[in-house]
C-alpha cells in the first residue's frame, strides 16, 4: 500500500492561486499513475486531473482546464495541482490517489490507495 500525504490548501481569494502537494511512500512512486479528485459538502468525490506514472501525459477535468496543472516528481515521490485563477465553486477537500495503470482513469474507484486531504477555501 501506498501511503499519500496532502498538504497546501488554504484560504485564497478568487483569482488567486494555490499549489497543493502529494508526498508519496511505501511503494515505488514512478510505478503509479496519480490522480487528483477534490469533494465539496454534499456532493460526490469528483476528478479534477491525472498523470501518468513518467509525467508524459496530462488529463483535466472541463471545469478546470486552462486554470490548473498537475506535475509530479519521481525524484521527490511528490506529484503537485498548480491551481490558478481559483473561483469559489473550487472550494472543496482536494485528494491525490494512486493507481497501477499504464493510462489513468477518472473514476475514483479504480484509484488504489488515497491520501486524507487538505482543504482548499476560495473566497473573498
Known amino acids: 500500500q501506498m501511503q499519500l500525504v496532502e498538504s497546501g490548501g488554504g484560504l485564497v481569494q478568487p483569482g488567486g492561486s494555490l499549489r497543493v502537494s502529494c508526498a508519496a511512500s511505501g511503494r515505488t512512486f514512478s510505478g503509479y499513475a496519480m490522480g487528483w479528485f477534490r469533494q465539496a459538502p454534499g456532493k460526490e468525490r469528483e476528478f479534477v486531473a491525472a498523470i501518468t506514472w513518467n509525467g508524459s501525459r496530462t488529463y483535466y477535468a472541463d471545469s478546470v482546464k486552462g486554470r490548473f496543472t498537475i506535475s509530479r516528481d519521481n525524484a521527490k515521490n511528490t506529484v503537485y495541482l498548480q491551481m490558478n485563477s481559483l473561483k469559489p465553486e473550487d472550494t472543496a477537500v482536494y485528494y491525490c490517489?494512486?493507481?497501477?495503470?499504464?493510462?489513468?482513469?477518472?473514476?475514483?474507484?479504480?484509484?488504489?490507495?488515497w491520501g486524507q486531504g487538505t482543504q482548499v477555501t476560495v473566497s473573498s
Open positions: 490517489a494512486a493507481e497501477q495503470r499504464i493510462i489513468p482513469t477518472t473514476t475514483p474507484h479504480e484509484y488504489d490507495d
